[in-house]
């Protein structure tokens, strides 16, 4: 007897239909996005091709498409009405994305463009083909840029373990290293572990391949767990021992083996040598602690393919997806999430273009250098900074008493009359350590009244060290009628304040002085107070409440 083996095209007027609607939809849906977020996707394209840390945002949606596609067979079998919960993930996406516009948050819009995406998949294909396609739809998710704030300290606490890593590996081989910080002392010739130098070029992408091994590795749920985490510090040890190799090269031909050729090379057998060692561990989890169950079953089990089945239940499953396909009704919830996309998405230009209430104020060219015993000398930002911040208006001058041997306060005001999407104050936490500056400490610590008549005000107050030098740094935000210390707390009243009082002007205020030694730390704290009482005074007119 000869076995009737099931067709896999749909038959009859309900499959065509399905199939129609489901080409028909997918190619509107990237049209609508493409439309829609087009800032935030040529936004994220340029970090890809920009920034080394994210460059492997350029390959992971092709590979998440390519995942999807191995799964259109699993995807038939959906019954095409979708979830109206698919809906209302849509809304959540579109409201994010709506307070990132206003909030000038782009870490909150690509998120947006995610939680849509997934919300418009459940819309079309329902519960079933949103958990088909959960480990792809969550693979996207490593390409969003980390916050600045998180990825700053991140970075910090990876290039003291770097740092530590790599005088461990020189002093091993017999050279003489000590650890400063972020600096190795080598004698004659100080290495400095830059931003350059955390590793992140490594953990970033070695993490995303660890994720993509894991869920190949047909094996227990532990197994993969174990093998996605130690992509971790595999990363780690790994840049340590190239930081230690590099101080070898100094020592051996001078500080010109660290630079160029040799220097990107070494990188990258370092990223093959941490493929290598992934491969290795693979192959070793495979071996040990066998999974007794067939390859087959595994991947059903894990959601990455179908059980063998026989003929028969082949056959049954052939006819019931043929039920549904003839029984499939227009997929509303799909279709009013699209809708919802693009009526919204007409919506944010008209954020961007909105007028608001601009309150008269002076301009920094007016500001006095001579503040009684203080006297002040301008000091012009460069034009690639004044391009990078996009600010209004600022002041930048260093302040010193007559005849004061201390160092003088630096004293840097950024004003901006509209915060938007792009044009927005910088947080100076995220700055900082572009420069080649170690934050060592960073606390929020109380002012006092700078104005009597007033309540006292809070401020930041950040310790950072550049080899030998020292340097504190005071800061606050003014936001209209606030003197905030909190970033994502001044981007919450951003959004307020737009809405409430069609205003989303602020100003960062900041003041800088060296330490020449521990022990000038507390009266550095005094000439500053003294100086900010006499600044804030007079900042009113600059920068209005």
């Excluded at 010109?256 to 040799?262: C, P, V």
């Excluded at 990455?304 to 006819?319: T, Y």
């Excluded at 693009?342 to 909105?354: D, I, N, T």
């Excluded at 630096?410 to 080649?436: F, K, M, T, W």
Aim: glycine fraction near 8%; hydrophobic fraction near 50%; include cysteine.
């Amino acid at each position: 007897m000869t076995d009737v083996l099931p067709q896999r095209s749909p038959q009859g007027s309900g499959g065509s239909f399905q199939m129609s609607w489901l080409v028909a939809g997918g190619l509107a849906s990237v049209l609508v996005l493409f439309v829609v977020f087009y800032d935030n996707l040529a936004r994220l394209g340029m970090t890809w091709l920009n920034n080394e840390n994210y460059g492997h945002g350029l390959f992971v949606p092709f590979i998440a498409l390519y995942l999807a596609w191995e799964k259109k067979d699993r995807l038939w079998e959906c019954d095409g009405q979708g979830a109206w919960l698919g809906f209302l993930i849509v809304i959540v996406g579109m409201a994010l994305f709506l307070v990132g516009q206003l909030a000038t948050l782009f870490v909150v819009q690509h998120l947006a463009l995610w939680v849509v995406i997934v919300g418009l998949v459940i819309a079309a294909l329902g519960f079933r083909g949103g958990a088909i396609l959960a480990f792809p739809l969550g693979l996207l998710l490593v390409t969003i840029p980390l916050p600045q704030f998180l990825f700053q300290g991140l970075s910090a606490h990876l290039r003291s373990i770097s740092s530590t890593l790599g005088v461990t590996c020189l002093q091993i081989v017999g050279i003489t290293a000590f650890q400063d910080g972020n600096v190795i002392d080598l004698g004659p010739i100080q290495l400095q572990v830059v931003e350059a130098c955390s590793g992140l070029r490594f953990l970033f992408p070695l993490m995303t391949l660890a994720l993509l091994c894991a869920y190949f590795l047909h094996d227990r749920l532990w197994k993969r767990i174990f093998l996605f985490l130690s992509s971790i510090p595999i990363a780690i040890l790994l840049n340590g021992f190239r930081i230690g190799m590099i101080g070898v090269l100094i020592e051996w031909w001078g500080r010109g083996a660290a630079d160029g050729f040799i220097h990107l090379f070494e990188g990258w057998i370092v990223f093959l040598a941490g493929v290598a060692l992934l491969v290795a561990e693979m192959w070793l989890l495979k071996r040990l602690w066998p999974h007794h169950l067939p390859i087959s079953q595994s991947m059903h089990q894990y959601g990455d393919g179908a059980s063998a089945e026989s003929p028969l239940a082949s056959i049954e499953r052939e006819g019931k997806r043929q039920k549904l396909n003839l029984t499939s009704t227009f997929p509303w919830a799909f279709v009013s999430g699209l809708v919802l996309v693009s009526f919204l998405g007409l919506l944010a230009p008209q954020l961007e273009a909105r007028e608001e209430r601009l309150v008269p104020r002076q301009s920094f060219v007016d500001f006095p250098l001579q503040l009684g015993v203080w006297e002040g000398m301008a000091q012009p930002l460069e034009q690639i900074y004044i391009d990078a911040l996009r600010f209004e208006d600022y002041l930048l001058a260093d302040f010193r008493q007559k005849n004061d041997p201390h160092p003088p306060i630096n004293l840097y005001v950024a004003y901006y009359q509209s915060q938007r999407s792009g044009e927005s104050i910088h947080s100076p936490q995220s700055c900082i350590p572009g420069d080649g500056w170690l934050i060592t400490s960073v606390k929020t610590i109380p002012l006092g009244p700078l104005i009597p008549s007033r309540e006292p005000i809070f401020i930041n107050e950040v310790m950072i060290k550049k080899g030998e030098v020292q340097q504190v740094v005071w800061y606050w935000f003014r936001q209209r009628q606030r003197n905030l210390t909190n970033e994502y707390l001044v981007k919450w009243y951003l959004v307020w304040d737009a809405l409430t009082q069609r205003r989303t002007d602020g100003a960062l205020i900041r003041f800088t002085t060296r330490i020449p030694s521990p022990d000038n730390l507390s009266l550095a704290k005094v000439r500053l107070t003294d100086f900010a009482q006499l600044i804030h005074s007079r900042l009113d007119s600059y920068v209005p409440r």
